[in-house]
């Protein structure tokens, strides 16, 4: 399970250290694509695998379902870690999510979000709020 939150940053030829508690989960491969809000998702390739199966479930005569389906697998990239524990991010990837220096690495259960610091501090301060509101509304489970 990949949980808790790194600063980590991305250099010029668009490298990432990733976090070496997410490597050990992650293996040698895994996939990078667009996930929802401006960042990245980073999966296992066995988890990917059970994402590629429910999506091949959507109904193709539906358009949010192409659309979605369009989205997150034309963004989507096996990429390897080397030597260092760097992962090359490709360009639009790295466009998609304004990622310019500093990032913020989430873990987030079954999947990693990759965001650009700034857009992680301005989502965070404009939800911290209503993390209760959505608690409330989102589940009947009981922490």
């Known amino acids: 399970m990949f949980m808790g939150e790194y600063q980590h940053s991305v250099d010029?030829?668009?490298r990432l250290i990733v976090?070496?508690?997410f490597r050990e989960l992650l293996g040698e491969n895994f996939v990078i694509t667009r996930g929802l809000d401006h960042c990245l998702?980073?999966?296992t390739i066995e988890e990917w695998k059970k994402i590629e199966e429910k999506l091949k479930e959507l109904p193709v005569t539906k358009k949010d379902a192409r659309a979605f389906t369009r989205f997150f697998f034309s963004g989507a990239t096996e990429v390897e870690l080397d030597k260092?524990?760097?992962v090359n991010i490709p360009t639009?990837?790295?466009s998609y999510a304004k990622?310019?220096?500093e990032c913020i690495i989430l873990g987030v259960s079954n999947r990693f979000e990759i965001w650009a610091k700034d857009s992680w501090e301005s989502y965070f301060a404009a939800s911290e709020n209503?993390?209760?509101e959505i608690a409330e509304n989102l589940t009947d489970f009981d922490f």
């Open 12 to 14: 010029a030829k668009g």
């Open 99 to 101: 990622l310019e220096k």
């Open 84 to 86: 260092q524990g760097r």
């Open 92 to 94: 639009t990837l790295i």
């Open 41 to 43: 998702f980073g999966y």
């Open 130 to 132: 209503s993390f209760n």
């Open 19 to 21: 976090p070496a508690k």
